[in-house]
T-cell receptor, first 111, second 114 residues
Framework: QKEVEQNSGPLSVPEGAIASLNCTYS??????FFWYRQYSGKSPELIMS????GDKEDGRFTAQLNKASQYVSLLIRDSQPSDSATYLC???????????FGQGTTLQVKP | AAGVIQSPRHLIKEKRETATLKCYPI?????VYWYQQGPGQDPQFLIS???????DKGSIPDRFSAQQFSDYHSELNMSSLELGDSALYFC?????????????FGSGTRLTVV
């Protein structure tokens, strides 16, 4: 079992819809949780971070964390074709800053 | 704002050759992380350095070595290259106490072993 798991997709949504991306992790000691967006051949780009239970909103993005269920999600409202990319869930535990990534979910937003 | 700089952007090597990848962190950042991302794979943590000392180690092959220099730049040395080493290699940096707040990756080096 991978330490961080995501559905690889692809997840296809129409333009303007809400895209919901999910991630589970196995290490209960994990403290920091991140969502990165990665376009093909490019480096991962940090779009959201969350550290405590509940929701965190930033523009069209909302991250949700439930430590009891070891679950992190990312909602993208009003999805745009430019949001089409692979979304990587990453978890940090310990204090060295090492990130464990999920395998990523490919999102396709259709015009 | 200055970002993490990696060089070269692209590198083609033959099997059994040696490659050196360089990473220049954001100014005043003292920690560097290296990740490897194979085709269709998620990034895998290789190694990190804090204040020129190795701070954590992941799935880095024994054929690879890395170090952080006095100016905080880091180099990843890869010897006896194999076809399976073909991947994107990303570097990231952070400053003391902020490692768990996420970090920005450089543009990466695409290594192709033929």
């Amino acid at each position: 079992q991978k330490e961080v798991e995501q559905n690889s997709g692809p997840l296809s949504v129409p333009e303007g819809a809400i895209a919901s991306l999910n991630c589970t992790y196995s290490d209960r000691g994990s403290q920091s949780f991140f969502w990165y967006r990665q376009y093909s051949g490019k480096s991962p780009e940090l779009i959201m971070s969350i550290y405590s239970n509940g929701d965190k909103e930033d523009g069209r993005f909302t991250a949700q964390l439930n430590k009891a269920s070891q679950y992190v999600s990312l909602l993208i409202r009003d999805s745009q074709p430019s949001d089409s990319a692979t979304y990587l869930c990453a978890v940090s535990s310990g204090n060295t800053g090492k990130l464990i990534f999920g395998q990523g979910t490919t999102l396709q937003v259709k015009p | 704002a200055a970002g993490v700089i990696q060089s070269p952007r692209h590198l083609i090597k033959e099997k059994r050759e040696t490659a050196t990848l360089k990473c220049y962190p954001i100014p005043r950042h003292d920690t560097v992380y290296w990740y490897q991302q194979g085709p269709g794979q998620d990034p895998q943590f290789l190694i990190s350095f804090y204040e020129k000392m190795q701070s954590d180690k992941g799935s880095i092959p024994d054929r690879f070595s890395a170090q952080q220099f006095s100016d905080y730049h880091s180099e990843l040395n890869m010897s006896s290259l194999e076809l399976g080493d073909s991947a994107l290699y990303f570097c990231a940096s952070s400053s003391t106490g902020l490692a768990n707040y996420g970090y920005t990756f450089g543009s990466g080096t695409r290594l192709t072993v033929v």
